[in-house]
């Protein structure tokens, strides 16, 4: 079975600083797709990024990137130059022959 | 260009009632699913659809039915309503089920009472 697991509940950064969130997965496919989600409070659910298993290199939109490592099994999300409306819920998931699988979601707060 | 659309947006049930949620997607995606979510927990998959006429089992399929007549519509019924049963529901659609993602609604939020 597929699991992804987000080891951090909550965290909080000043705005403009860069933040790192975490996210592991565990699967034994070697085909698959990795993604974060944003969920701000409106509840409506975001792309973020996306990034394909077989690509080395790593994805980035605007002040979005991944650190993919894929031995390790690690899929972590870098946000630079945050700000005010970056706050929200991010959920990693991860989609292979079983569907999405989501981690349980790390709460960003960004602070003025 | 609608999307991923839900009805209701909210509704509070009696224990033991039952409702229908509905889920209407015009990009002719062949997948759909139905999610809850709660506190803690992340998104987990209910039932879902690999097209018109087809439904399975996700993670908590419990106290859950779902029908999908129309290849645009997915139905999530609820037959007899649960305190448990409390949660958001999110409808999402898919062109395959993996490289583009899903395309989510923007919830349902129901309480059981």
């Known amino acids: 079975a597929q699991t992804v697991t987000q080891s951090q509940p909550e965290m909080s950064v000043q705005e403009a600083e860069t933040v790192t969130l975490s996210c592991t997965y565990d699967t034994s496919e070697n085909n698959y797709y990795l993604f974060w989600y944003k969920q701000p409070p409106s509840r409506q659910m975001i792309l973020v990024i996306r990034q394909e298993a077989y690509k080395q290199q790593n994805a980035t939109e605007n002040r979005f990137s991944v650190n993919f490592q894929k031995a390790a099994k690690s899929f972590s999300l870098k946000i630079s130059d945050s700000q005010l409306g970056d706050t929200a819920m991010y959920f990693c998931?991860?989609?292979?022959?079983?569907?999405?699988?989501f981690g349980k979601g790390t709460h960003l707060i960004i602070q003025p | 260009n609608a999307g991923v659309t839900q009805t209701p947006k909210f509704r509070v049930l009696k224990t033991g009632q039952s409702m229908t949620l509905l889920c209407a997607q015009d990009?002719?995606?062949?997948?759909m699913y139905w999610y809850r979510q709660d506190p803690g927990m992340g998104l987990r998959l209910i039932h879902y659809?690999?097209?018109?006429?087809?439904?399975a089992k996700g993670e908590v399929p419990d106290g859950y039915n779902v029908s999908r007549l129309k290849k645009q519509n997915f139905l999530l019924g609820l037959e007899s309503a649960a305190p448990s049963q409390t949660s958001v529901y999110f409808c999402?659609?898919?062109?395959?089920?993996?490289?583009?993602?899903?395309?989510f609604g923007s919830g349902t939020r129901l309480t059981v009472v």
């Open positions: 659809s690999v097209g018109e006429g087809t439904t």
């Open positions: 998931a991860f989609t292979g022959a079983d569907g999405l699988t």
């Open positions: 999402a659609s898919s062109y395959s089920t993996q490289y583009y993602g899903y395309t």
């Open positions: 990009m002719n995606h062949e997948y």
